[in-house]
């Protein structure tokens, strides 16, 4: 079974500044898939970015980028210049190559200040 | 297009009572996932429906079951409701083909509050 841990329960960051959420998992599958997802206050789950396990290049949309080194089953999340709209719970999440089962980890909850 | 929708979007119930959420995917996806949002849990996935077949099933009891009909639109059911129960429910939809693994999209998902 996979598991995803994220160790950081919460994190504060200034407005325009740069803050990386940290999320590693454990699975023995060698093809998978990776996601971010942002939940803010109204609850509503928005996807924020997505890895294919397969593909070395770090995604990366907009403000968002990611790290992903497949040896040390790591995937980090980088929001560059931050907003207040960015305030929110993060998820990392793993989905297997077939199916959409997706397993999540605790989230990190992160708090934009002006 | 139009994103997921779920109704009701709060519902208060009592203990033993039976209670069925309903899903309706973005247009022309075919696969919807159930899942179970609590404070102390987390995030935890219930099953998944895909061509009106469940194709993946998470690890909760009976009491849990969904169906998907024929316009992908999908129920889930929870009987005899326990004070665990209470809940964020959230449906996701995907476009994923068979066997594959496509990006899911959340509805705004369905408060349960169980008395």
């Known amino acids: 079974a996979q598991t995803v841990t994220q160790s950081q329960p919460e994190m504060s960051v200034q407005e325009a500044e740069t803050v990386t959420l940290s999320c590693t998992y454990d699975?023995?599958?060698?093809?998978?898939?990776l996601f971010w997802y942002k939940q803010p206050p109204s609850r509503q789950m928005i996807l924020v970015i997505r890895q294919e396990a397969y593909k070395q290049q770090n995604a990366t949309e907009n403000r968002f980028s990611v790290n992903f080194q497949k040896a040390a089953k790591s995937f980090s999340l980088k929001i560059s210049d931050s907003q207040l709209g960015d305030t929110a719970m993060y998820f990392c999440?793993?989905?297997?190559?077939?199916?959409?089962?997706?397993?999540f980890g605790g989230g990190t909850r992160v708090l934009v200040k002006p | 297009k139009a994103g997921v929708t779920q109704t009701p979007r709060y519902l208060i119930k009592t203990r033993g009572q039976q209670v069925t959420l309903s899903c309706s995917p973005i247009?022309?996806?075919?696969?919807v996932s159930w899942y179970q949002q609590t404070p102390g849990q987390g995030l935890q996935f219930l099953f998944e429906y895909f061509s009106e077949t469940q194709r993946n099933k998470g690890n909760f009891p009976g009491r849990f079951s969904g169906r998907q009909f024929s316009n992908s639109r999908s129920e889930m059911n929870v009987s005899t409701l326990e004070l665990g129960d209470s809940a964020l429910y959230l449906c996701?939809?995907?476009?994923?083909?068979?066997?594959?693994?496509?990006?899911?999209?959340f509805g705004p998902g369905t408060r349960l509050t169980v008395l």
């Open positions: 699975t023995s599958e060698n093809n998978y898939y």
């Open positions: 999440a793993f989905a297997p190559a077939a199916g959409n089962k997706l397993t």
């Open positions: 996701a939809s995907s476009s994923t083909s068979t066997h594959s693994t496509d990006t899911q999209y």
């Open positions: 247009s022309g996806h075919r696969s």
